[in-house]
Nanobody, 121 residues
């Protein structure tokens, strides 16, 4: 069982930046970020396969968000820049064991508790 602990959420004005962190307690095949805004379905933001050097970003965040991973610390980061009001959401860190492809929620076995990001105009 892998535990994920997120940190770094908060409130920021539009155009600002925030960095989220997610510390994993064990090995993960892939890690990613999802978010769920008010009245919206949970959305895949991006993920990383560190062993392949591959990252994925949703079109809505491409060019503004950067996912990175510190393997020595088993920690995943989400650097968010040029934040928009529509980025307001609960952000969840997730990790997959590799049993299923990490391209949908079903590929993620472990989930963090979520951290709130609020962007005001």
């Amino acid at each position: 069982q892998v535990q994920l602990v997120e940190s770094g959420g908060g409130s920021v004005q539009a155009g600002g930046s925030l960095r989220l962190s997610c510390a994993a307690s064990g090995y993960t095949y892939c890690m990613g970020w999802f978010r769920q805004g008010p009245g919206k379905e949970r959305e895949r933001v991006g993920d990383i396969y560190s062993s392949r050097g591959y990252t994925y970003y949703a079109d809505s965040v491409k060019g503004r968000f950067t996912i990175s991973q510190d393997n020595a610390k088993n920690t995943l980061y989400l650097q968010m820049a040029s934040l928009k009001v529509e980025d307001t959401a609960m952000y969840y860190c997730a990790a997959g064991s590799g049993a299923l492809p990490c391209i949908t929620e079903s590929g993620y076995n472990y989930w963090g508790q979520g951290t709130q990001v609020t962007v005001s105009s």
